[in-house]
């Protein structure tokens, strides 16, 4: 199994551009979920889902969507790029019941 | 103030010795995890526990939950430990929600 991958590894926008971060999990989970990680500060949630077809809102989910198709995808969509959305950004998926959650390599994106 | 807070934000030590982490929380959880991210970026889990304690190898976690305090410790301390090590609760309200702290910086040095 390859886990949870996320693409890209890296990339520069400029603001004002939009920009799609893909998530696929091949363990079946049903949840997923998008978090954030700036310097110094604890990881954030974005957005979760519990199944396919239902997303809900997390902590600090203003200037980003998602969509959840299938079992296996959860892309995170940036519509207009803003500086402050320069962060670390983390996939995760975990079974149901109270798992452990399995973390995917991370997108390091920055906003000039 | 983070509903997680942990302490120290950074440790330094020498390989051998005995590390604690320390991770205090605000809010009624139904479990809390142990997660390293090593330097590269990755991040693991480590331990899930919402009473006692668990042992992997050379890590421990234990929980409090009437004090709201867990603590990670690691024995015989090596280079290779060198990682962030980040304490997540599990809201009891919302068991999607997870709240993070910002995470102990651990340096072992040989």
């Known amino acids: 199994n390859a886990g949870v991958t996320q693409t890209p590894k890296f990339r520069i926008l400029k603001i004002g551009q939009s920009m799609t971060l893909q998530c696929t999990q091949d363990?079946?989970?049903?949840?997923m979920y998008w978090y954030r990680q700036d310097p110094g500060m604890g990881l954030k949630l974005i957005y979760y889902?519990?199944?396919?077809?239902?997303?809900d809102k997390g902590e600090v989910p203003n200037g980003y969507n998602v969509s959840r198709s299938t079992t296996e995808d959860f892309p995170l969509r940036l519509e207009l790029a803003a500086p402050s959305q320069t962060s670390v950004y983390f996939c995760?998926?975990?079974?149901?019941?109270?798992?452990?959650?399995?973390f995917g390599p991370g997108t390091r994106l920055t906003v000039l | 103030k983070n509903e997680v807070e942990q302490s120290p934000q950074n440790l330094t030590a020498q390989e051998g010795e005995f590390i604690t982490i320390n991770c205090s929380y605000s809010?009624?959880?139904?479990?809390l995890h142990w997660l390293q991210q090593h330097p590269g970026g990755g991040i693991v889990s480590l331990f899930m526990?919402?009473?006692g304690k668990k042992k992997h190898g050379r890590l421990i976690a234990t929980i409090n939950i009437q004090e709201k305090h867990s603590s990670l410790h690691i024995t015989a301390s090596h280079p290779r430990d060198s990682a962030v090590y980040i304490c997540?609760?599990?809201?009891?309200?919302?068991?999607?929600?997870?709240?993070f702290g910002a995470g102990t910086r651990l340096t072992v040095k040989p």
């Open positions: 526990l919402s009473s």
């Open positions: 809010v009624g959880i139904s479990a």
């Open positions: 889902s519990v199944g396919a077809g239902i997303t």
């Open positions: 997540a609760v599990r809201w009891g309200g919302n068991n999607n929600d997870m709240r």
């Open positions: 995760a998926s975990r079974p149901t019941g109270d798992g452990e959650q399995f």
């Open positions: 363990m079946n989970h049903n949840y």
